[in-house]
């Protein structure tokens, strides 16, 4: 039997080795992460857009050595796109599993990205795999299954209620264990760009400080302020060649808002910091 084994090994060509994401830690969130894990404890990242949480938990799935599946949930994202669906094929009719069912089934790490944005009804789909029980009903096939030892559900949140985002209900977010992620402190945020984009220092202190300066804008009411998505992408153009100020121009204030006296007194404050 082992022997087989060995030799399966040797004829199967093993799938190239994915490089290490590059995560900069904030605070605890490894450690938590890596008892949750143990516990299989579901792990809910909570925070704005563009501040690392699908980089985190790329990064932790990589440092795990496990499988990581990423839904990115929308309006119409239901638990039929999670569990699996009959398809034709030819003249059969085929089950496919859908892309919670496979974690389930070979103990990856499932990952629904905007959770709060899907259909209601993913959340029935998950509850009795977020609990003791640890199981997934499939009802259009009637079966139950147990989930692999190694499954784990992380999902991500942004919890802008008072700009009229989704909202996750208490008896959802009570199956999570749950960990904020926030715009980082400059000296973090300067690494993170110089990290990603090779950019000069000097470049990303200017980038951060720019940042930091318009999130505390809070008078300008904008729905999101500069992430550091924002600032990697004005970095890479800024990196690339492309002037300065118009890299900020274009990746850091455009993005913000379409309100064209806000745009101004932003591009005009930009330039006097870049
Ligand atoms: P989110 O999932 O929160 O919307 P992402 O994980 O996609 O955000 O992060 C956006 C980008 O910001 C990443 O591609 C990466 O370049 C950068 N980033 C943010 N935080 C970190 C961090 N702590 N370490 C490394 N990169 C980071």
Not at 170 to 199: C, D, G, H, M, W
Not at 238 to 247: F, N, Q, V
Request: with cysteine; charged share 25%.
């Amino acid at each position: 039997m082992l022997k087989t084994l060995e030799e399966k090994k040797e004829r199967e060509p093993m799938p190239p080795l994915k490089p290490k994401p590059y995560y900069r830690p904030i605070g605890k969130e490894m450690d938590v992460f890596e008892h949750a894990y143990q516990n299989k404890i579901p792990f809910l990242l909570k925070g704005p857009t563009g501040t690392g949480k699908s980089r985190f938990i790329e990064f932790m799935a990589h440092k795990l050595g496990k499988t990581l599946i990423t839904v990115s949930c929308h309006e119409e994202t239901s638990s039929t796109d999670l569990i699996g669906r009959y398809i034709i094929k030819g003249a059969e009719t085929v089950w496919l599993d859908g892309p919670l069912t496979i974690a389930v089934k070979t103990g990856a790490i499932l990952y629904l990205d905007e959770i709060a944005e899907a259909r209601p009804d993913i959340i029935v789909a998950i509850h009795s795999l977020t609990d003791h029980r640890r199981e997934l009903f499939i009802d259009k096939l009637g079966q139950t299954i147990k989930a692999h030892g190694d499954f784990m559900l992380v999902a991500s949140f942004n919890p802008g209620y008072q700009r009229g985002f989704k909202e996750l209900k208490p008896s959802t977010r009570q199956r999570f264990v749950a960990v904020t992620f926030n715009y980082p402190k400059a000296k973090a945020e300067t690494e993170i760009l110089i990290n990603e984009t090779e950019i000069l220092s000097a470049d990303a202190k200017k980038l951060v400080n720019i940042a930091n300066k318009i999130r505390n804008l809070t008078e300008l009411g904008l729905a999101e302020t500069v992430s550091t998505r924002l600032l990697v992408d004005a970095a890479k153009l800024i990196r690339t060649g492309l002037p300065k100020r118009l890299a900020v121009h274009v990746a850091v204030v455009e993005p913000l808002t379409d309100d064209e006296e806000v745009i101004n007194a932003l591009n005009d404050l930009c330039d006097l910091m870049i």
